[in-house]
């Protein structure tokens, strides 16, 4: 049976008819949200039942009654081919117009609803940032897609799109292809028709070799502190790179920190991270220490909730990123995850084992780590005793 209900009601806050009898609506409602529809019927007040809220004579009863279950019938049959039941769809149904088919509804309109739906759920912010992306992308290659139109042509057209337009190598349009997919799952999960051109297109796969700055080229860029003003965003930008070398926080966690996280007596960060939901506790190494401590307002800010750093776009990050290494006289397009993969790298080089490392970057499964790692890793048959990498 559909969630919503429906009452009849005698609309006295109308002006009376010339007739002197009063409208008679049907106030719908759909969870927290109300339509009100007007049925076209009138009655004299004193022919309203305002106990029963429906009118005393047989036949204008029976004519409302009638109204009440061709709504039903529409409603039910928009449920049963797969509609979702929101408060949209019993305005249509309660109008005149004739509904759609959930795969001649616009592609664009589930998709929204689909990642509000995430938003409840607590899917990360960055995922739900990346699908919005993704989202605005699809409105430039075309402005209009019904769930209908969804093909394999269409999908190849705007990988082309976005590879000759937009200049996307591989890695930029992987995300953009999985977000796509699995939209189009849901659509499948929800029985609606659909063509999923992901049984045959092959998403391109991002380039597995993954760019870090060796202990030299971590030097160079350390060195530019004293070059920077320290209110300038080019220091802020370089100080929140340095402390995710030093530590391997990804920088949705880095953006989310709080002193709070901090634990200065046992030299521990301990946060949940934002893409995984699980808990992360990694060392707090004496120059990571030393970075934060320089924000801490001569540590007056310790153990409050504050976040750390300010919350740069991921845009500007890497564009600002791209200006230090030019000053640093480095060679490498590096991107702020650069980091995270520095971090782990220089602690194999530094004779620290896999399995230390994996705890460090909350890594769920070796396998993930060694993705992380470009040195041979046969370094890290022995774990050293001390760690020197970040003091």
Same mark, same amino acid.
């Given at each position: 049976?559909?969630?919503?209900?429906?009452?009849?009601?005698?609309?006295? /806050?109308?002006?009376?008819?010339?007739?002197?009898?009063?409208?008679?609506?049907?106030?719908?409602?759909?969870?927290?949200?109300?339509?009100?529809?007007?049925?076209?019927?009138?009655?004299?007040?004193?022919?309203?039942?305002?106990?029963?809220?429906?009118?005393?004579?047989?036949?204008?009863?029976?004519?409302?009654?009638?109204?009440?279950?061709?709504?039903?019938?529409?409603?039910?049959?928009?449920?049963?081919?797969?509609?979702?039941?929101?408060? /949209?769809?019993?305005?249509?149904?309660?109008?005149?117009?004739?509904?759609?088919?959930?795969?001649?509804?616009?592609?664009?309109?589930?998709?929204?609803?689909?990642?509000?739906?995430?938003?409840?759920?607590?899917? /990360?912010?960055?995922?739900?940032?990346?699908?919005?992306?993704?989202?605005?992308?699809?409105?430039?290659?075309?402005?209009?897609?019904?769930?209908?139109?969804?093909?394999?042509?269409?999908?190849?057209?705007?990988?082309?799109?976005?590879?000759?337009?937009?200049?996307?190598?591989?890695?930029?349009?992987?995300?953009? *292809?999985?977000?796509?997919?699995?939209?189009?799952?849901?659509?499948?999960?929800?029985?609606?028709?659909?063509?999923?051109?992901?049984?045959?297109?092959?998403?391109?796969?991002?380039?597995?070799?993954?760019?870090?700055?060796?202990?030299?080229?971590?030097?160079?860029?350390?060195?530019?502190?004293?070059?920077?003003?320290?209110?300038?965003?080019?220091?802020?930008?370089?100080? %929140?790179?340095?402390?995710?070398?030093?530590?391997?926080?990804?920088?949705?966690?880095?953006?989310?920190?709080?002193?709070?996280?901090?634990?200065?007596?046992?030299?521990?960060?301990?946060?949940?991270?934002?893409?995984?939901?699980?808990?992360?506790?990694?060392?707090?190494?004496?120059?990571?220490?030393?970075?934060?401590?320089?924000?801490?307002?001569?540590?007056?800010?310790?153990?409050?909730?504050?976040?750390?750093? *300010?919350?740069?776009?991921?845009?500007?990050?890497?564009?600002?990123?791209?200006?230090?290494?030019? %000053?640093?006289?480095?060679?490498?397009?590096?991107?702020?995850?650069?980091?995270?993969?520095?971090?782990?790298?220089?602690?194999?080089?530094?004779?620290?084992?896999?399995?230390?490392?994996?705890?460090?970057?909350?890594?769920?499964?070796?396998?993930?780590?060694?993705?992380?790692?470009?040195?041979?890793?046969?370094?890290?048959?022995?774990?050293?005793?001390?760690?020197?990498?970040?003091?």
């Amino acid at each position: 049976m559909a969630e919503y209900s429906m009452t009849n009601w005698m609309r006295t /806050d109308k002006p009376k008819k010339r007739n002197g009898k009063y409208p008679i609506y049907l106030r719908i409602r759909v969870k927290n949200k109300e339509t009100k529809v007007p049925t076209g019927l009138d009655v004299a007040k004193e022919r309203w039942d305002d106990k029963r809220k429906e009118p005393k004579d047989k036949a204008l009863l029976i004519q409302l009654n009638k109204k009440r279950t061709e709504i039903d019938l529409r409603v039910n049959r928009a449920l049963a081919d797969g509609q979702a039941l929101t408060i /949209d769809l019993i305005k249509q149904c309660c109008s005149e117009r004739k509904i759609l088919k959930p795969e001649n509804q616009s592609f664009y309109d589930y998709y929204l609803d689909f990642v509000e739906r995430k938003k409840k759920e607590n899917l /990360d912010s960055e995922t739900i940032r990346v699908y919005k992306t993704t989202y605005n992308i699809l409105k430039e290659f075309r402005s209009e897609i019904l769930i209908s139109d969804i093909s394999l042509s269409l999908i190849e057209n705007f990988d082309d799109y976005m590879q000759e337009v937009r200049g996307n190598a591989s890695g930029g349009r992987n995300p953009k *292809h999985k977000n796509l997919r699995t939209v189009i799952l849901d659509i499948e999960k929800h029985n609606i028709p659909v063509d999923n051109p992901y049984k045959w297109f092959k998403i391109p796969q991002a380039n597995t070799k993954e760019v870090y700055l060796d202990k030299t080229e971590l030097q160079a860029m350390r060195s530019l502190r004293s070059k920077l003003s320290h209110s300038s965003t080019m220091y802020k930008v370089l100080q %929140m790179y340095l402390f995710s070398c030093y530590c391997g926080l990804r920088y949705s966690d880095v953006i989310d920190l709080k002193w709070s996280h901090i634990d200065f007596e046992k030299n521990l960060i301990k946060k949940e991270m934002i893409k995984t939901r699980s808990e992360v506790i990694t060392p707090l190494f004496t120059m990571a220490r030393a970075v934060i401590l320089e924000m801490s307002d001569e540590k007056k800010l310790i153990n409050t909730t504050k976040k750390i750093f *300010h919350k740069y776009s991921e845009t500007t990050i890497n564009q600002t990123l791209a200006k230090l290494t030019q %000053m640093a006289k480095i060679d490498k397009h590096i991107t702020y995850h650069s980091s995270r993969h520095t971090f782990a790298t220089l602690l194999v080089q530094d004779g620290t084992d896999i399995y230390t490392i994996s705890r460090y970057l909350g890594h769920k499964s070796i396998d993930m780590t060694q993705r992380y790692l470009k040195y041979d890793l046969s370094v890290a048959i022995n774990s050293a005793k001390e760690i020197k990498t970040f003091g």
